[in-house]
């Protein structure tokens, strides 16, 4: 495989740079603990994991299609859509002003998930239709399907009997069922975490072990090379398109229940820190490349740098430069990838 | 070797606007031979197999493979129906392992219906036992080196069970023990019934690994022949013996005293041209032959100062100069008409007047605002001098026909009133009538004064208005003819001397 | 399909044979990575300045803000 690493300068400054954000990340955390011993508890690392799972789900969806060569800038939209969808039918049917009055016995909950599944798949296959059929540049159809997601969002919460306003009040069942843990001995692992994990093992397979996955690769590495040797690009890209809509459902049902009131605003630019997670964990924009260990890694040490701010109470806003900081160096980092290989 | 043959392509008739690339081509393979095709740039190869291949649909003739007639649709159904081919640049997926590459869009699968991983791996492995292959599937075939990609490329056609397999021009990057095993893995495929063909410009490699030879010229088949009744010599001069017409004006200018020297001129990015010298007369017509790759343009953009040099000197009227950009260059009087007019050339949605005196914008300026009456007067000037056919100044150039646009983009530099002019590639496609008229400009130019170097790959071109032809070959300067002595043979010897 | 249209505008004698060149230069132009007019050295540069820049205004935001 690659080169056996002797410790000679050369390599050890490519594995610095290639690593340099996992590095940054180390020390980050050894100084958040200097300053704050109190941050290294499990409650913490449950927390971080929890908040990041929602965000890992998505990210798992984007991955896919960062690695066929595209992009996806309509995936918090559409989050924000599915939540709004399925809060509004799982809200306690006690709760005097819900979306659907005529709901009077709570639903099973795998109801609004398949309809939350459906209607993220339905915004996709519009993005997978005019990346695969309409030839048309991914950044610029998921742009247009951003704006009409959000606004099928607006609307829909609009047309409440009461007008717009948050979509709260949800089932417990819903709510236990999503915020719940797992008591296992004296940890508490939370419901969420145990989703992202099986959610993160079928894509897992998917990439590495069936023909879809190898064609992902082969289309995003050498579009070329993988038409001539039979590979039927529009299929394959439709159904990696529809595979992310499947990912964007779950993760927008899980979090409608985990933050508790879906407005407007909920998944606005979620993508950004799906699509971050994803280059800060080795997906490369370049197409071809990527892996689900390291899309997680990505997205939860994101998750870390975030939380870890707001946790040293630094400046709200501040985070948002650090942000933007981080994936200009990601990027950075995997250009440099790029070009070292040429 | 039986003498059946595993393709037999006949009376092939391919034609473009305005020109024949195929003339009645013939080509017939034996089974289990290495068939090599030798022609100049614009013989006639690549198109050929493109018509072969399906990427061309060709005009007329018939392609029989094992006796059956076959029209491909695309590479992939020739693939699929044993035919493939090895490109000069691979086109593989890099990020990917070696049997992945090999086995895309037909991975195996086990009983669940998921990749059969160590199926695909003993797949590979047989493939590569069988052919001597010493490496690992499972290596990402991006840290290959160009050898091993090129036989996984080789196994790969192998896999499909390929009856016919081209390869063109294998060896241009490869070391010779290389292409010692490279050849080792021809003959193995030719011994068991493969048949090869081999394109490529090494006539001592074509002359060792071949059995048969065929040559073509100007989109004609010439001959075919079994390998052991040619010579270098002979197949070069097939390669060129063309009858010269009376395609050129009759030489006017006489060169002077030098008023251009080149030193050791290398180019700073490889590939480029590496370490050239030359002189240049004033009113000389100086032309650069080659073949595709030699570096002829490089050498000339090097010249003008649009690539750096790591090396050498430039020298005009005497005294050393250095053009660190295209403004420098203008400023010591060069003039450079690149390779591509319809890329790097024409403002092809811009009119006739605004390509024609863009280059000496600066030269209409007068207290910042452009002086509209000498705009057009000098359009006029490169209208009638350069006698381009238009209906007005205003008409976009891409209405023009290619050889007027050639004209317009030639006028507008000699409006920055250059004395050498650096020509690449200028009678590319254009009609014969309109390169008579480029010809005669140019032995216009010459006769005022101008020095011009013209690269070319039409040798005859070369041969009918230069005073002198530089020779290049591989980035490096292999001669320069004084047109008298020159022929095409020795031009070609020269062309492939460090090849 | 693509490849026949970028041939077809250059086909006269001399040109089948460059045309290999513009086949060249598509196949490299695929990545969004490769007009980057930076070498392996400098990138190394840029994102060394980045990481100083990044650890700056942690630093600004931990212990100042």
């Known amino acids: ?342 | 070797m039986a003498d059946a043959f595993i393709l037999e392509m006949t009376g092939i008739c391919k034609n473009f606007p305005g020109v024949k690339a195929l003339d009645e081509v013939q080509l017939h393979v034996r089974k289990g031979t290495v068939h090599s095709l030798c022609g100049e740039n614009g013989a006639g190869k690549s198109t050929l197999m493109k018509c072969l291949f399906g990427i061309y649909k060709r005009d007329e003739g018939k392609v029989v493979i094992d006796s059956e007639e076959c029209n491909f649709r695309d590479p992939k159904h020739a693939l699929e129906c044993g035919v493939s081919m090895v490109h000069q640049e691979l086109n593989q997926v890099l990020q990917r392992s070696v049997m992945e590459n090999i086995w895309l869009g037909r991975f195996p699968k086990n009983k669940i219906g998921f990749v059969d991983h160590k199926k695909m791996f003993k797949d590979t492995k047989k493939i590569f036992d069988e052919l001597e292959i010493n490496t690992n599937p499972k290596t990402r075939i991006g840290t290959l080196s160009v050898s091993e990609r090129q036989m996984v490329e080789i196994a790969k056609a192998v896999s499909y069970n390929t009856k016919l397999l081209v390869l063109d021009e294998p060896t241009s990057s490869l070391a010779n023990e290389e292409i010692e095993q490279l050849f080792k893995i021809i003959r193995k495929l030719r011994d068991q019934g493969v048949g090869i063909i081999y394109i490529s410009h090494k006539l001592d490699e074509i002359l060792t690994i071949s059995d048969d030879v065929t040559v073509m010229r100007d989109g004609k088949w010439i001959t075919s022949d079994r390998a052991d009744t040619f010579t270098t010599q002979k197949i070069i001069s097939l390669m060129v013996g063309r009858p010269m017409e009376n395609r050129f004006p009759a030489k006017i200018n006489v060169p002077g005293e030098t008023i251009m020297s080149v030193k050791n001129l290398t180019g700073m990015y490889a590939p480029s041209c590496i370490d050239v010298s030359f002189d240049l007369r004033k009113g000389e017509i100086l032309g650069v032959a080659g073949l595709v790759g030699s570096r002829r343009t490089e050498l000339l953009e090097t010249i003008f100062g649009i690539a750096h040099h790591s090396a050498g000197e430039i020298y005009v009227h005497g005294k050393k100069i250095y053009n660190r950009n295209s403004v420098d260059a203008m400023k010591h009087g060069f003039a450079m008409l690149t390779e591509e007019r319809r890329a790097t050339g024409i403002f092809g949605v811009a009119s006739v007047g605004f390509n024609s005196i863009i280059a000496n914008i600066r030269g209409y300026s007068r207290y910042g605002f452009l002086q509209k009456k000498k705009m057009v007067k000098d359009t006029k000037w490169v209208i009638d001098s350069m006698r381009v056919k238009t209906p007005k100044q205003s008409t976009r150039i891409k209405e023009l026909s290619g050889g007027n646009q050639q004209k317009v983009i030639i006028g507008r530099w000699l409006l920055t009133k250059p004395e050498i002019m650096l020509l690449d590639e200028p009678t590319r496609g254009i009609d014969v009538g309109a390169k008579y008229e480029i010809y005669e400009l140019i032995g216009e130019l010459a006769n005022s004064g101008k020095s011009v170097i013209v690269v070319s790959s039409e040798m005859p071109e070369l041969l009918g208005i230069c005073d002198r032809i530089l020779v290049m070959s591989n980035g490096r300067m292999s001669g320069i003819l004084d047109v008298k002595d020159a022929t095409q043979e020795k031009m070609m010897e020269l062309a492939v001397k460090y090849v | 399909m693509t490849e026949d249209n970028k041939e077809k505008e250059v086909p006269v004698q001399g040109a089948a044979g460059n045309s290999e060149k513009t086949q060249e230069k598509h196949s490299v132009r695929d990545s969004v990575y490769s007009n980057l007019p930076f070498t392996v050295k400098q990138m190394d540069w840029i994102i060394g300045g980045l990481l100083i820049l990044l650890a700056a205004v942690l630093f600004v935001g931990i212990f100042i803000l």
């Open chain 1, 1 to 342: 495989m690659e080169k056996t690493s002797k410790l000679n300068p050369g390599n050890l400054k490519e594995k610095l740079v290639n690593n340099a954000l996992i590095i940054i990340l180390g020390l980050m955390l050894v100084v958040v603990v200097i300053i704050e011993p109190g941050f290294l508890s499990i409650r913490n690392f449950s927390n971080i994991l929890a908040q990041a799972s929602t965000r890992g789900i998505l990210a798992l969806g984007i991955a896919a299609l960062i690695i066929l060569g595209g992009t996806d800038l309509s995936a918090g939209r559409i989050l924000g859509c599915c939540a709004a969808i399925s809060a509004s039918l799982l809200q306690s049917t006690t709760y005097a002003s819900r979306y659907y009055p005529q709901i009077t016995k709570g639903l099973p909950l795998f109801v609004p998930l398949l309809v939350s599944i459906a209607v993220a798949v339905a915004f996709s296959i519009f993005n997978g239709f005019g990346v695969a059929f309409l030839n048309l540049h991914p950044f610029i159809i998921t742009l247009g399907t951003q704006l009409i997601a959000f606004g099928s969002t607006c609307i829909y919460i609009d047309s409440q009997r009461g007008g717009a306003q948050p979509l709260s009040t949800l089932d417990s069942r819903y709510t236990n069922f999503v915020k719940g843990t797992f008591d296992v001995g004296f940890m508490q692992i939370p419901h969420l975490v145990v989703i992202l994990l099986i959610c993160a093992a079928v894509v897992y397979i998917i990439w590495n072990h069936t023909v879809l996955g190898k064609n992902m690769y082969a289309l995003g590495g050498n579009i070329e090379a993988a038409k001539v040797s039979g590979i039927n690009a529009k299929s394959n890209i439709m159904i990696i398109y529809i595979m992310a809509g499947v990912l964007y459902g779950i993760a927008s049902f899980l979090e409608a229940a985990r933050i508790g009131s879906v407005t407007t605003t909920v998944g606005f630019n979620y993508e950004f820190d799906a699509i971050s997670g994803s280059i800060i964990g080795g997906v490369s924009f370049a197409g071809g490349i990527g892996t689900v260990p390291g899309v997680l890694v990505g997205v939860i040490m994101l998750q870390t740098i975030n939380y870890s701010l707001t946790y040293l109470n630094v400046n709200p806003y501040l985070q948002y430069i650090v942000k933007g900081l981080l994936i200009i160096v990601a990027v950075a980092i995997d250009a440099r990838k790029y070009l070292a290989k040429k």
